[in-house]
C-alpha cells in the first residue's frame, strides 16, 4: 500500500517537476493528510524551493528561505494553539499556514541547516521590538564568526545588518548546541548549553518524531 501511494505521488509530483526521495514523499503526505490538501502543496512548494536553492550561494539560500516562509499568516500562539508559548516545528508551521514570530524564525533556521549553512553561522536570537514593545524572535546569519550577522525577519522583510534594524534589542541567541547573551550587536557572551531551553528540547524531540498538534484556527477553509 505505501509503495503504491508513493508511486501515484511521484507520477504527480514529475508533472510539475519536483524530484522528491521517498522520505520527502512520506513527509509531503504526513502533512498532507492531518492539515489538508492546501497544507500539502505548501509541502511540496517547500521541497521546491530547497532543492532550487541546494546549489546556489549563501545569499540566495537566506533570500530564498526568508522570502518563502514570510508568505505566512502572523498569528498569537494563543490564537492559533490555545497555549501562551508554543513552538511549532517547521511542518506544523507549513501545515497550519499560520504561526508567530518564534515559528517563523526556527523554520528559517532548519531549512537553511538542510542547505548545508553551518550551524555555527546560525543563531536564533530573542530581541525585543522597540516599535512594538513586545519580544520577539529573528534568524541571525554570520558571514565570517567575526562580522555583524544578517537578520531574517518576519516583521521587516528585507535582510538587513544588525546594526542597522535600531529598532530591535538584543537579548540572548541561541543555536543547536550554544547558548550566548548578547550585550550587543554581534557574537554576545557565552552563557551555556542550548539544551538549558526545554522548549528547545520539546520542539526537536516533536520534529525527531514528526509529531503534529492541530491548530484552533484553520487558515485553509
Same mark, same amino acid.
Given at each position: 500500500m505505501?509503495?503504491?501511494?508513493?508511486?501515484?505521488?511521484a507520477?504527480?509530483?514529475?508533472?510539475?517537476?519536483?524530484?522528491?526521495?521517498?522520505?520527502?514523499?512520506?513527509?509531503?503526505?504526513?502533512?498532507?493528510?492531518?492539515y489538508?490538501?492546501r497544507?500539502?502543496?505548501?509541502m511540496?512548494?517547500?521541497?521546491?524551493v530547497?532543492?532550487?536553492?541546494?546549489?546556489?550561494?549563501?545569499?540566495?539560500?537566506?533570500k530564498?528561505?526568508n522570502?518563502?516562509?514570510?508568505?505566512?499568516v502572523f498569528? +498569537?500562539?494563543?490564537?492559533?494553539?490555545?497555549?501562551e508559548?508554543?513552538?511549532? *516545528?517547521? &511542518?506544523?508551521? /507549513?501545515? %497550519?499556514a499560520? =504561526?508567530d514570530?518564534e515559528?517563523?524564525s526556527?523554520?528559517?533556521?532548519?531549512?537553511?541547516l538542510?542547505?548545508?549553512i553551518d550551524?555555527?553561522?546560525l543563531?536564533?536570537?530573542?530581541?525585543?521590538a522597540?516599535?512594538?514593545?513586545?519580544?520577539?524572535?529573528?534568524?541571525a546569519?554570520?558571514?565570517?564568526?567575526?562580522?555583524?550577522?544578517?537578520?531574517l +525577519?518576519?516583521?521587516?522583510?528585507?535582510?538587513?545588518?544588525a546594526?542597522?534594524? *535600531?529598532? &530591535?534589542?538584543p /537579548?540572548? %541567541?541561541?543555536? =543547536?548546541?550554544?547558548?550566548w547573551?548578547?550585550?550587543?550587536?554581534g557574537?554576545?557572551?557565552?552563557?551555556?548549553?542550548a539544551?538549558?531551553?526545554?522548549?528547545w528540547?520539546?520542539?526537536?524531540?516533536?520534529?525527531?518524531?514528526?509529531?503534529?498538534?492541530?491548530?484552533?484556527?484553520?487558515?485553509?477553509e
Open positions: 505505501k509503495k503504491a501511494f508513493l508511486w501515484v505521488l507520477i504527480l509530483l514529475s508533472a510539475s517537476a519536483i524530484a522528491l526521495t521517498d522520505s520527502e514523499l512520506v513527509q509531503v503526505e504526513k502533512v498532507r493528510q492531518f489538508g490538501e497544507a500539502g502543496q505548501r511540496l512548494s517547500w521541497r521546491q530547497i532543492r532550487s536553492s541546494r546549489a546556489a550561494d549563501d545569499k540566495h539560500k537566506l530564498a528561505i522570502n518563502f516562509f514570510n508568505q505566512l498569528i +498569537d500562539d494563543i490564537k492559533l494553539w490555545g497555549q508559548d508554543y513552538w511549532a *516545528t517547521p &511542518l506544523e508551521f /507549513i501545515g %497550519s499560520a =504561526g514570530c515559528d517563523f526556527i523554520a528559517k533556521y532548519f531549512s537553511l538542510e542547505l548545508g550551524d555555527s553561522r543563531r536564533l536570537v530573542y530581541v525585543k522597540l516599535n512594538l514593545n513586545q519580544f520577539h524572535m529573528v534568524v546569519y554570520y558571514p565570517t564568526p567575526s562580522s555583524i550577522p544578517l537578520l +525577519d518576519n516583521l521587516d522583510h528585507e535582510i538587513k545588518p546594526t542597522k534594524r *535600531t529598532d &530591535l534589542l /537579548i540572548y %541567541s541561541f543555536n =543547536g548546541s550554544k547558548l547573551l548578547m550585550k550587543q550587536k557574537q554576545g557572551q557565552l552563557a551555556g548549553q539544551s538549558r531551553l526545554s522548549v528540547n520539546d520542539l526537536r524531540q516533536r520534529s525527531n518524531h514528526t509529531q503534529f498538534h492541530r491548530p484552533i484556527i484553520n487558515f485553509d
